[in-house]
């Protein structure tokens, strides 16, 4: 049983489909790769995952359980976390508080101040800048703060959104590395992103998203052969 | 008798009051970006019911502070309830609606409550029971009454109690990061609903307390008393910078100050006869009264909107009201 499977899941702004009936699984432990062009329906899709939009039809399981049309602060407390596209940093809040802000569903403070102290072992620069409001923060930095932030829920699912938006190439490698390390640590990751190449070498296995729809998937290796994903994300 | 220190006492006094009605409107704004014009009638409510129990009890064998306590204390959960019901029953259907339909909402709930209020409690102005002891103190040629005292005193327990409940809670912190981003902050976990419920509750117990103590510092409540106190709250919330509560408690003071000092000055002021030589008839008249007075103290309330306008023309973030730049 996957820890998440989607069937026939369809979302729609207005009367627009943006997500028009995909079936999506992700394996207990695994990094999943979903890349498309801009527009695909990407983003959306993972705003219904992580219940910030209800589904206009399908089902979403998770752990077991219908997870469907459940709101978003319900379901981090279930393990599932969105790191949004744009990074959505609280910017008027101090680093540490967004931090903080991330274990919001927790009470065990000594944990919580051991995560603390994890979060900003992998980020340094958010231990130095721990004070500053997030808003003064390099686009860098807020996207650490947002990961570090969703690790501070310890969810079980990790849903990323476009980590490498907007960010230098130095950077974009170092948010990798960091993806690494906690499909490392055993978090299972669903990654969108638009740079197929990236995701594609970080992931086990990806799905290929065209309008809407779901129009290829299989191990990530084979991806990176297929010659229409190289055609159509890999600039070949 | 030194008028400026007077008028400055007088300020305060009611200052602390417009700052803590306008602590209402900017909590509200700060979260959901409403102009709950309907907060002004939230505060007469919190006077009247004072009133009903103050005069309901004065005269028995209670001592008067145990009274009045109790006045506030049935006063504070009704306008709580009233709070949570507006925002649960007009506001939240309509908080993904353009924003001009929950402001025009807020605008009709603020006549509703106004006119149930006139049912329930008449159309005329009701004697605000003063069964305090009142004594005043003479301080350097100024006075200052102990219910001058008790008001900027309990303003001031309360801008700080909300302070704390803001930076130090977790119900703080989840009222700021649901005012940032109220998106994300479901995504930590953050109920909005609860969050935006809340905010409403803390506005209007705020709300009722500035009732109870304009109503003893008035002697007076009536049914529309709300309608200008919350006009000027508002003023005093966008003088300090709408959304930002540092702003509302700043605002609301200078507002106060401004209002009274105006008032104080305003007929000297405008007193022709310190031109008289401009015309002979005029300085007949002076001659006479020794005053002709253009503008008297009954302008009193036309300050507040004189500080709104030139707020919006000069400085429309307000005082504090410099925001850190929401995009990222």
């Given at each position: 049983m996957s820890l998440l499977s989607v069937r026939g899941l369809k979302v729609a702004y207005g009367g627009i489909e943006a997500v028009r009936g995909i079936d999506l699984d992700v394996e207990a432990g695994e990094l999943v790769a979903l890349i498309?062009?801009?527009?695909?329906?990407?983003?959306?899709?993972?705003?219904?995952?992580?219940?910030?939009?209800?589904?206009?039809?399908?089902?979403?399981?998770?752990?077991?359980?219908?997870?469907?049309?459940?709101?978003?602060?319900?379901?981090?407390?279930?393990?599932?976390?969105?790191?949004?596209?744009?990074?959505?940093?609280?910017?008027?809040?101090?680093?540490?508080?967004?931090?903080?802000?991330?274990?919001?569903?927790?009470?065990?403070?000594?944990?919580i101040a051991q995560d603390l102290d994890k979060v900003f072992g992998l980020f340094p620069r958010l231990h130095e800048r721990r004070a500053q409001v997030a808003g003064t923060l390099s686009g860098g930095e807020q996207q650490m703060l947002a990961i570090g932030r969703a690790m501070m829920s310890r969810p079980k699912l990790l849903l990323l959104d476009e980590p490498s938006m907007g960010?230098?190439?130095?950077?974009?490698?170092?948010?990798?590395?960091?993806?690494?390390?906690?499909?490392?640590?055993?978090?299972?990751?669903?990654?969108?992103?638009?740079?197929?190449?990236?995701?594609?070498?970080?992931?086990?296995?990806?799905?290929?998203?065209?309008?809407?729809?779901?129009?290829?998937?299989?191990?990530?290796?084979?991806?990176?052969?297929?010659?229409?994903v190289r055609q159509a994300y890999l600039g070949e | 008798m030194d008028i400026f220190l007077?008028?400055?006492?007088?300020?305060?006094?009611?200052?602390?009051?417009?700052?803590?009605?306008?602590?209402?409107?900017?909590?509200?704004?700060?979260?959901?970006?409403?102009?709950?014009?309907?907060?002004?009638?939230?505060?007469?409510?919190?006077?009247?019911?004072?009133?009903?129990?103050?005069?309901?009890?004065?005269?028995?064998?209670?001592?008067?502070?145990?009274?009045?306590?109790?006045?506030?204390?049935?006063?504070?959960?009704?306008?709580?309830?009233?709070?949570y019901t507006m925002e649960r029953v007009a506001y939240r259907p309509l908080r993904s609606a353009p924003r001009l339909a929950p402001l025009i909402t807020a605008i009709g709930i603020s006549i509703i409550l106004q006119h149930v209020a006139m049912l329930v409690w008449s159309r005329n102005p009701l004697p605000f029971p003063q069964i305090l002891a009142n004594p005043i103190f003479e301080i350097a040629g100024a006075t200052i009454s102990a219910v001058q005292i008790a008001i900027i005193v309990l303003s001031l327990l309360m801008m700080g109690g909300l302070t704390l409940l803001v930076y130090r809670t977790k119900l703080g912190?989840?009222?700021?990061?649901?005012?940032?981003?109220?998106?994300?902050?479901?995504?930590?976990?953050?109920?909005?609903?609860?969050?935006?419920?809340?905010?409403?509750?803390?506005?209007?117990?705020?709300?009722?307390?500035?009732?109870?103590?304009?109503?003893t510092y008035y002697g007076q409540a009536h049914y529309t008393m709300g309608a200008l106190l919350g006009l000027k709250a508002f003023c005093a919330a966008v003088l300090g910078g709408i959304g930002n509560l540092a702003g509302a408690m700043l605002g609301g003071m200078l507002l106060g100050v401004v209002e009274a000092l105006g008032t104080g000055y305003i007929g000297e002021i405008t007193d022709l006869c310190h031109v008289s030589g401009i015309s002979t008839a005029l300085a007949e008249r002076c001659a006479e009264d020794g005053h002709m007075v253009v503008f008297g103290s009954n302008y009193q309330d036309v300050f507040a909107f004189i500080v709104l306008i030139l707020?919006?023309?000069?400085?429309?973030?307000?005082?504090?009201?410099?925001?850190?730049?929401?995009?990222?």
């Open positions: 498309g062009a801009n527009g695909a329906g990407k983003t959306t899709t993972l705003k219904a995952l992580a219940g910030m939009l209800r589904p206009a039809a399908g089902t979403v399981r998770y752990a077991d359980s219908d997870i469907t049309g459940v709101a978003s602060h319900r379901l981090i407390r279930q393990g599932v976390a969105l790191v949004p596209e744009g990074r959505g940093v609280f910017a008027r809040l101090t680093v540490q508080e967004n931090l903080q802000m991330g274990a919001y569903i927790r009470d065990d403070r000594p944990a960010l230098a190439p130095l950077m974009v490698q170092k948010i990798f590395e960091v993806v690494h390390s906690i499909a490392a640590q055993g978090v299972t990751i669903l990654l969108v992103e638009q740079n197929a190449l990236l995701a594609l070498e970080a992931a086990s296995r990806g799905y290929v998203m065209e309008s809407g729809a779901i129009t290829l998937s299989d191990s990530a290796p084979a991806l990176l052969a297929s010659p229409q | 007077q008028q400055i006492i007088n300020g305060l006094t009611l200052g602390s009051v417009y700052a803590i009605v306008a602590l209402g409107y900017t909590m509200v704004y700060g979260i959901v970006q409403l102009i709950n014009f309907a907060h002004g009638e939230v505060v007469m409510i919190g006077a009247m019911v004072a009133l009903w129990v103050i005069s309901s009890l004065a005269g028995g064998a209670m001592p008067p502070v145990v009274i009045v306590l109790a006045g506030i204390l049935c006063a504070i959960p009704v306008c709580m309830a009233v709070g912190v989840a009222m700021r990061a649901t005012s940032e981003n109220p998106q994300v902050a479901g995504l930590m976990g953050i109920d909005i609903n609860r969050v935006i419920s809340m905010t409403f509750i803390i506005g209007a117990g705020l709300g009722a307390m500035a009732g109870v103590m304009v109503g707020v919006l023309v000069f400085r429309p973030s307000g005082l504090l009201g410099e925001r850190v730049s929401d995009r990222a």
